[in-house]
């Protein structure tokens, strides 16, 4: 009886020892990403198929910013990801977009993270539909 306690024990402090190094390493964050785009459409869209190809580089940045978004349960996440286009002259309001196609997630309440990820994620898809559509 006495050997089947101490087994007991002793199972249940490893147990405990290999739960206590995964919550461990969980809590060990890693430094926060930062993900810039920087937009120059001067005579980009005027190339066959460029609007395409951007919007495909941009989505595959936003996917991997995503990717360790959701690798650090949203709530742990203190990333940014933000959209700039260089102005020109003549050209479209710079900041409508620039302030949508940014979030700062250190900035934001834990519990505002999620909703507000949901909410850049719908803007920035709405966004590349009106970029790659033909005049």
């Known amino acids: 009886m ?3 306690i101490r087994l007991s024990v002793i199972m249940l402090i490893l147990l405990l020892r290999s739960f206590s ?3 461990g390493q969980a809590a060990k964050n890693p430094p926060p990403q930062k993900y810039i785009i920087l937009l120059d459409l001067s005579d980009r869209l005027l190339l066959p198929q460029q609007a395409d190809r951007d919007k495909v580089l941009i989505q595959s940045v936003f996917a991997e910013f995503e990717k360790i978004v959701k690798g650090n349960f949203y709530i742990f996440s203190e990333d940014v990801f933000q ?3 260089i102005p020109q002259e003549g050209g479209i309001d710079n900041d409508i ?3 949508n196609l940014f979030i700062d ?3 934001i309440p834990t ?3 999620r909703i507000k990820w949901k909410l850049l994620k719908r803007v920035f898809q709405h966004y590349l539909q009106l970029y790659t559509k033909q005049p």
């Open 2 to 4: 006495k050997t089947i």
């Open 21 to 23: 190094h995964t919550f």
């Open 83 to 85: 959209i700039n286009i």
């Open 97 to 99: 977009y620039t302030q």
């Open 105 to 107: 997630l250190k900035s």
């Open 111 to 113: 519990s505002q993270k």
